[in-house]
């Protein structure tokens, strides 16, 4: 079968979506007593549940300990009930791995961690379901969970993926979408001054129009998935 | 938005079933499309028309199977829901039909809209379980058409068609103003009068029943599924290709064109043999195969005798040549089926077939069709009618596909029904022109002319005084779309030369009707006596004319060259307003520059001395336009431009289209001179254009031909002592040039038109979609051409036409225009207009060739001298040998051997005579043995030969020939015939002189220094998408010291992108 259609003549996407829409955002901060912040938040079909421990002091091997700034621990795990066939490791594998470290780099340009010289702050974040936009999902979870501890960061980071067909960009891409075959990419942002925090491109063709999704669709959307996390 | 989920159970890859879960977002506001839309919907683009009784809501069944009744253009206001649209398009093996449903909608010609009723909030209903799909497909539709009724507050009555009984009497009594009824019934009542619908829905529903009760009788093998056709090829086990079924054995012979270099099969460079019915397996000429090879030792080769007449098909000792890749189809990937023009069989024939049931098998007038089998009720009323049929199925169990007819076109061998037989046959559809269209036509009268906007001559260039502007064209043309200036500059060190082509854009505005008619044309088509013109005959015989003294508007380049070395030194692109001082022809400007005594129509009204002021300066301007067009094809030619030969014949008719004659055209300086100031401008528009939008431009390449193709000029040349290289463009001009037998001057001609035939049609395409170095045009020698000159007659001159205005908006207005469309829309034009252009080609040969043979058929072979003709032999066959007749331009078999055995001998006087004997082949020459002894026919031999018509019920008319002199043909009252023969070689003179010359030449790709040096190529590469990620302002040095994280992330099989050499 020839790929699904993406994007209909009349502008629809698969799920009814229009090109520019996001998908239905739910969020809840608190939702843990024992964890010192945690979140949960839904776009769409994809959930995440995001913890934060800390700051408190370095765990593990004391060698990892910096002496201007606190160290961001950060692990990404997904359930292995979140897709459609059962996973069989839900944590460790190569992506994972991946996905935490991406993490770890957007929150060390988040939060102000000189203000904790020799301690530690955990971030763990895990999908209960995946539909799409893990990694942009997680980054608002953990911006929530954060929040919710009481620690400093220079502003929220947000983040939203925006795929590219018919050379029309498409905001917060699902499961479908991003399998679709067309290019993805994710931006973390810091919204208040415009700086991007993570920039990550999938593409099986060449990205002639990165600057266009950039502007038309990213910096403008995210200011609307900042107003929506910050509730 | 309400935010549902739906569950979907799809296959996954290994087969297993997958519980899939997909969000699903309703909405109130979707638009209805709808002219008497009360609730204020926002209905951009097309709209039902508010003027209807009714609206019609087909379900997903009668869209599927009764499309074709739906596309009649007199039923209007059909809503298509969303639904019906998934079916079809969910429906494997169905995407033809999606496209055309596709279409359908995108068509403004047809007031048909589709409703997205399943993102409705009101009109969706989820699917229940256990439900199964026809019946929630039906419920969908159903509460779609009761939605669509309130939402117009009831206004338009709703009409909702189902096959579906059930469904009928479920819901017909629920709501007042919504019907349900049967698609028969519907048509009844509403469309009593519209008989073709009535005839297509008979047709097709007694083909859909034929279809239940099918033998079981296993004829052919299964196709194999879609999924093990996908791995075999990605495996290299099978190989995937169009299948091209021989025309001269359409039973036994087929090939498989390999696709492009997606086999991994390195040995495989030659096309794929099919042998046979069975092996070829239901795929009829045009789809997309898959075949799977034999192995070596049962390869076989392809015939090379000619067979006579149609039909009869003889195997066994039949000559073969070497062994070729063979094999047989396992499954078809994309069916390609058209309309095709059948003829009724005589009635002796149908009683015989007529006992079961009422089923015929049509013989299509394509002969690489197969016979079709349809259902009617009319087969006596049609026989010998040729009437257009569609192919619905070829099922495993069945001999010949099943069909259905569509509409008639009339008695077969009638001039008309043949003509739409050529129409129909090359998929060209030209109806007049409606009333809308027209309607978007300025108006003129003899009271009201049209008049230059005030408007436009502040915007445009004035050249109306300042520049001596004439057209030439062939004598009486109607549409002049191009017109030259040339004159010096004050100072005398630069002289500027002006290309003016009419400003067909500025009449027909981008999406308009009659834009898009002109799309879908996309070139005017020219028959032997009759053309279809690309835009309504206001424009362009009228407005965008460019007719000799009236204002008009026109697209100009503006050269301004060295006077001495002819460098360009500066280029003008823009609007201008002109008017052309003369409107010359042909005959009359070589007239003017060989200082004859002649006529100039628009100077006859002065006195002397004016009169010859203003010739002396016409003609000034025209030995001024000789010297630059010399100098530029001079340089052509020093690249390696090529000068080749078509055998096109012109027909000339009388009042009754009637053949009286052939007439010959002297090929004029002039013609040349033209032309190349044509190349010249739409090269340097490519340019222009290719600048200013890298990735969106329509250029026009030619690709150099493959080396394979060139054996039988090579060994024809080789016959006659001249050696040919066929290395590069400029060194195949070069040996052409020498390949000249002072003797006979035919044979340079034969062996350009060889040349010719080797090379593939030059093709449009958009910059985005190949690499630079694609973009050479091989026949012309130049990096980079386009078609900018006649936009009266070709689409893809309207389009070039946009592009260059917005390069000039873009480089003015520093960046408030971009072009319209984009790379993909562009490349799907380019592919579009590349069909029919070549569909208009073959529509031409075809009907020139019809003419011929009317030209023939009164006339009695025996007696009439005009079916003896001279003949060159040109290639040689197993039994006989193909010659051309430069008298009539014809081309054509001769055979030696006859369906009895006996060959061709030759007397003492040269006359020939049948008798039985043998053929022996050689490369360049063929003998025939007998009791009387040896006669020899060798390439480039002149001989004699009777032409006669041979006339057949099914297929077009065709011509025989026959030999009955190996000498010369010698006529009394003519030349000696090479002589006349080169007179009577026509070029292509029916399409501008300009568009045969570049289907000539060629040079290989030219390197940048870049390239050569560091194989490095200028198009995107890794540097430049780095440079582009730096200025996206990433935050290296922001104030607050943030760690910007930059993560660009490729598969490794982006990193082809890095270098193209």
Not at chain 1, 208 to 215: E, P
Not at chain 2, 86 to 112: F, I, T, W
Not at chain 2, 307 to 329: L, N, Y
Not at chain 2, 819 to 833: D, F, G, V, Y
């Amino acid at each position: 079968m020839a790929g699904l259609e993406l994007l209909s003549d009349q502008g629809y996407r698969l799920d009814g979506r229009k090109a520019t829409e996001l998908r239905k955002v739910q969020a809840r901060m608190g939702v843990f007593s024992q964890a010192d912040g945690s979140a949960y938040i839904e776009q769409g079909n994809t959930k995440a549940l995001a913890v934060v421990y800390g700051p408190h002091e370095v765990r593990g091997s004391r060698s990892r300990t910096l002496h201007d700034r606190a160290v961001i621990n950060c692990q990404y795990s997904m359930a292995t009930f979140s897709t459609a066939e059962r996973k069989r490791r839900p944590h460790g594998d190569r992506k994972s791995a991946e996905m935490s470290l991406h993490l770890k780099q957007t929150f060390e340009a988040a939060v102000m961690t000189q203000l904790y010289p020799r301690s530690q702050i955990d971030i763990y974040v895990k999908i209960l379901q995946s539909d799409g936009g893990n990694y942009s999902v997680c980054v608002n979870a953990a911006t929530l969970a954060v929040i919710d501890a009481g620690i400093p960061m220079r502003d929220y980071v947000c983040a939203c993926t925006v795929g590219f067909v018919d050379e029309t960009p498409l905001a917060d891409l699902c499961y479908a979408e991003e399998g679709g075959g067309g290019s993805s990419l994710a931006l973390a942002l810091l919204p208040r001054g415009g700086q991007i925090a993570l920039l990550q491109m999938d593409a099986m063709t060449a990205c002639k129009g990165v600057s266009k999704v950039l502007d038309e669709v990213v910096r403008q959307h995210l200011q609307d998935v900042s107003v929506l996390t910050r509730e | 938005m309400i935010k549902t989920e739906r569950i979907l159970h799809l296959k996954s890859f290994r087969g297993r079933k997958v519980r899939v879960v997909r969000e699903h977002y309703l909405r109130e506001e979707v638009p209805c499309y709808s002219a008497v839309c009360q609730a204020g919907c926002v209905n951009d683009g097309k709209v039902l028309s508010g003027e209807l009784t009714h609206y019609v809501v087909p379900d997903a069944s009668v869209v599927a199977d009764y499309l074709e009744v739906l596309e009649l253009r007199e039923l209007q206001g059909i809503v298509f829901t969303q639904t019906a649209f998934q079916a079809v398009q969910h429906n494997k093996g169905r995407s033809r039909q999606y496209n055309r449903l596709r279409g359908l909608l995108k068509d403004p010609r047809h007031n048909c809209v589709l409703f997205a009723n399943e993102f409705q909030e009101y009109s969706y209903c989820p699917r229940e379980k256990g439900e199964s799909q026809d019946k929630w497909q039906t419920k969908c539709v159903y509460s779609a058409a009761v939605w669509y009724h309130d939402h117009l507050a009831g206004l338009k009555p709703i009409v909702m068609i189902t096959e579906d009984q059930a469904a009928v009497t479920q819901y017909s009594s629920l709501n007042a103003g919504v019907y349900v009824i049967s698609i028969q019934d519907y048509l009844q009542n509403f469309w009593p009068d519209l008989q073709a619908a009535h005839e297509l829905y008979s047709s097709i529903s007694q083909a859909l029943q034929e279809k239940g009760s099918e033998g079981t009788e296993r004829e052919y093998a299964e196709h194999l599924p879609a999924e093990v056709l996908e791995a075999g090829i990605k495996s290299g086990r099978y190989v995937q290709g169009i299948l091209n079924v021989n025309k001269h054995r359409a039973q036994c012979e087929a090939f498989i064109r390999i696709e492009g270099s997606t086999n991994k099969n390195t040995d495989l460079n030659s096309d794929v043999l099919v042998c046979g019915v069975k092996n070829r397996n239901r795929a009829v000429h045009g789809d997309g195969v898959v075949v799977e090879l034999f192995p070596k030792s049962e390869w076989r080769g392809k015939t090379t005798a000619l067979t006579e007449g149609q039909g009869e098909e003889k195997t066994g000792e039949e000559a073969q040549s070497q062994p070729m890749p063979t094999g047989r189809v396992v499954g078809i990937l994309q069916r390609n089926w058209r309309d095709y023009v059948v003829t009724f069989p005589p009635r002796e024939e149908t009683q015989s077939q007529s006992r079961n049931s009422q089923r015929i098998l049509v013989v299509p007038w394509d002969q690489c069709i197969p016979k079709i089998r349809i259902s009617t009720q009319q087969a006596d009323a049609l026989q010998d009618h040729r009437v257009v049929v569609r192919i619905d199925s070829w099922e495993s169990t069945s001999l010949y596909p099943n069909g259905h007819s569509v509409r008639v076109l009339g008695r077969a061998g009638e001039l008309e029904t043949e003509i739409q037989t050529i129409l129909i046959e090359n998929c060209i559809h030209v109806p007049p022109f409606s009333e809308a269209q027209l309607r978007e036509m300025p108006v003129i009268s003899p009271e009201k002319p049209w008049r230059v906007d005030p408007g436009q001559v502040v915007v445009r260039r004035d050249l109306r005084d300042t520049h001596l502007v004439f057209s030439i064209d062939p004598r009486g043309c109607e549409d002049v779309d191009d017109t030259l200036s040339v004159h010096t500059l004050p100072g005398g060190e630069v002289l500027e030369l002006g290309v003016h082509i009419a400003d067909v854009t500025h009449f027909v505005a981008e999406g308009s009707l009659t834009d898009l008619e002109a799309r879908a044309r996309a070139t005017t088509y020219y028959l032997a006596d009759r053309r279809y013109d690309m835009l309504p005959a206001v424009l362009s015989a009228n407005l965008c004319s460019l007719l000799g003294g009236v204002d008009r508007y026109a697209m100009s380049v503006l050269w301004e060259l060295d006077a001495r070395t002819l460098a360009v030194k500066k280029v003008w692109y823009g609007r201008t307003l002109i008017r052309s001082s003369y409107q010359l022809h042909y005959e009359l400007a070589q007239a003017l520059l060989k200082g004859e005594n002649a006529e100039v129509p628009e100077l006859t009204q002065l006195g002397t001395e004016e009169k010859d002021a203003k010739l002396a300066q016409l003609t000034q301007a025209l030995e001024m336009l000789t010297h630059v067009a010399r100098h530029l094809r001079a340089k052509r030619d020093r690249e390696g431009a090529l000068e080749l030969e078509g055998v096109e014949v012109r027909a000339q008719l009388d009042e009754e289209k009637n053949i009286t004659a052939l007439v010959p055209r002297q090929p004029l300086e002039i013609h040349e001179t033209v032309a190349e100031c044509m190349i010249y401008a739409n090269h340097w528009v490519a340019r222009k254009i290719q600048e200013s939008f890298p990735q969106q431009a329509l250029l026009r390449h030619h690709p150099p031909p493959r080396q394979e193709f060139f054996c039988q000029l090579v060994d024809s040349a080789k016959a006659r002592g001249f050696f040919c290289s066929t290395r590069s463009n400029k060194a195949l001009a070069d040996s052409l040039e020498q390949a000249v037998d002072p003797q006979d001057p035919l044979v340079n001609k034969l062996l350009r038109v060889m040349a010719t035939q080797a090379m593939s049609n030059a093709l449009y395409f958009s910059t985005g979609a190949c690499s630079q170095d694609q973009y050479y045009h091989y026949g012309l020698a130049l990096d980079r051409y386009t078609h900018f000159t006649s936009p009266i007659r070709r689409y893809a001159d309207m389009v070039v036409h946009r592009l260059l205005t917005a390069a000039i908006n873009l480089e003015n207005a520093a960046g408030h225009s971009k072009p319209s469309a984009s790379n993909k829309e562009l490349e799907e034009m380019a592919q579009h207009i590349n069909n029919k252009n070549r569909a208009a080609q073959q529509a031409q040969r075809l009907s020139t060739e019809l003419f011929q043979c009317l030209y023939f058929k009164d006339k009695d072979p025996q007696v009439d001298q005009c079916c003896v003709a001279d003949a060159v032999i040109y290639a040689i066959r197993a039994n006989g040998m193909l010659v051309f007749i430069p008298q009539y331009g014809l081309k054509g078999a001769v055979y030696l051997r006859n369906r009895e055995g006996q060959v061709v001998t030759v007397g003492q006087d040269g006359s020939c005579e049948w008798q039985s004997g043998s053929v022996q082949r050689y490369p360049e020459r063929i003998s025939t043995t007998c009791s009387r002894g040896t006669s020899t026919f060798s390439l480039f031999d002149h001989i004699t030969v009777r032409i006669s018509v041979q006339a057949s019920r099914y297929h077009s008319v065709s011509l025989h020939m026959e030999v009955i002199s190996n000498k010369p043909h010698q006529n009394a009252e003519q030349q000696p015939p090479q002589l006349q023969g080169r007179s009577q070689l026509v070029q292509e003179v029916v399409r501008l002189a300009e568009e045969q010359a570049h289907d000539k030449a060629a040079r290989g790709p030219k390197f940048s220094k870049e390239e050569r040096e560091f194989c490095q190529s200028k198009s995107p590469n890794l540097y430049s998408l780095l440079e582009e990620v730096r200025e996206l302002a990433l935050i290296e040095q922001s104030p607050c010291g943030g760690t910007a994280v930059k993560s660009l992330q490729y598969r490794p099989y982006s990193a082809g992108m890095l270098s193209t050499c």
